[in-house]
């Protein structure tokens, strides 16, 4: 096979979900040539989901480069995702798997790879500011955890850089928010923004408000929580229920939007990010409405003497979520061109 018919196969590795694509440098990333979704936590490890999705796929297909965004730390080529009980290695992979070349990389470096690529109708505008088109980019993605990443311009392009931001002390901006961090001491030797501003996050704060009394859980909503696995959609939609207003996951809601507005804003300094904030995961596009009401503009912008400076700073939600896998798979045809330099 020629190079300009080169075969990518692309993953976004997540605590709970596993998304796979294969796609052909001929065709782009508008068209992968395979797709699916898996439930990360029915398998015990990366290898089993790849096997019967390269089965699914045909026998015919050979990948050229295998690029995983991973929901982890990745060092020297070695990742443990941390939601969940695996541990990858690249060199592992391409031995079990037969696979020529796999690379694995941060799942927020995935999405910011992606960042580049995606239009106007793949964002949800929360502040236009005034960007800078060669300025940093930072990515805060709320999911089952809380990744960060950023992109620095280097005079021809983008380059991404991982980071752990999300474990970072979590810093409360107002009395009920000590209370909660006070709350969470019990529980967690550390507590970071991932404690408080994740899918697991926004649990942690459910359960703050109710056990400390701030807010009573309704019979109605005890039995709906009982019957799930994942608590997370019931709250956010009973929130945001205009026919059954709940006090208690309205109020959960809006603490966990305050908090990320915050950390958001924090990342934004600390990257000096003229560029842009974009966030992404899985949770965002769903709770638009509550982005859009203000507290999270109001604690991204409440920096004292960096006020003017926040405003300036765009800030975008990422609707498309196949983001993270696109920007795998444009990471992927990259690396096959510079291979391909360095033959």
């Not at 089952?144 to 810093?171: I, K, N, Q, V």
């Not at 709906?224 to 956010?236: E, K, N, S, T």
Request: some cysteine; aromatic content about 6%.
């Amino acid at each position: 096979m020629s190079r300009q018919g080169a075969i990518i196969l692309a993953g976004d590795i997540g605590g709970t979900k596993t998304d796979l694509a294969i796609f052909s440098s001929e065709t782009g990333l508008a068209a992968p040539m395979a797709e699916a979704s898996f439930s990360s936590g029915d398998y015990p490890g990366l290898e089993l989901i790849v096997r019967e999705f390269l089965f699914r796929s045909g026998s015919d297909i050979n990948i050229d480069q295998a690029v995983f965004g991973v929901s982890g730390p990745v060092i020297e080529g070695r990742a443990k995702i941390t939601n969940l009980p695996w541990v990858m290695e690249e060199a592992t992979i391409e031995k079990t798997l037969g696979l020529p070349s796999v690379h694995l990389f941060n799942d927020l470096i995935a999405c910011a790879y992606a960042v580049p690529l995606l239009g106007t109708s793949d964002l949800c505008t929360l502040n236009k500011g005034i960007p800078d088109p060669q300025g940093s980019r930072a990515i805060v993605a709320p999911g089952t955890g809380l990744g960060e990443a950023c992109l620095h311009w280097d005079g021809t392009g983008y380059l991404a850089y991982p980071s752990e931001g999300g474990h970072a002390d979590f810093a409360p901006m107002n009395a009920l928010e000590e209370a909660l961090l006070h709350h969470l001491q019990q529980r967690f030797d550390h507590v970071s923004y991932e404690r408080v501003c994740s899918g697991n996050g926004l649990f942690n704060i459910y359960h703050f408000l109710k056990d400390e009394g701030y807010a009573e859980e309704p019979a109605w909503l005890t039995k709906m929580l009982a019957g799930v696995d994942d608590p997370v959609p019931v709250i956010i939609g009973s929130a945001l229920d205009a026919k059954r207003s709940c006090t208690l996951c309205l109020t959960t809601l809006n603490m966990f939007v305050s908090i990320l507005g915050a950390e958001a804003g924090n990342t934004a300094l600390k990257l000096m990010a003229s560029g842009g904030v974009f966030l992404g995961g899985g949770i965002l596009p769903h709770i638009i409405s509550a982005l859009q009401n203000g507290l999270l503009m109001n604690a991204f912008r409440q920096k004292g003497r960096m006020s003017g400076l926040m405003e300036r700073i765009p800030v975008h939600v990422i609707m498309n979520p196949r983001a993270a896998l696109l920007g795998a798979a444009s990471r992927g045809m990259s690396l096959v061109c510079r291979e391909d330099r360095q033959k």
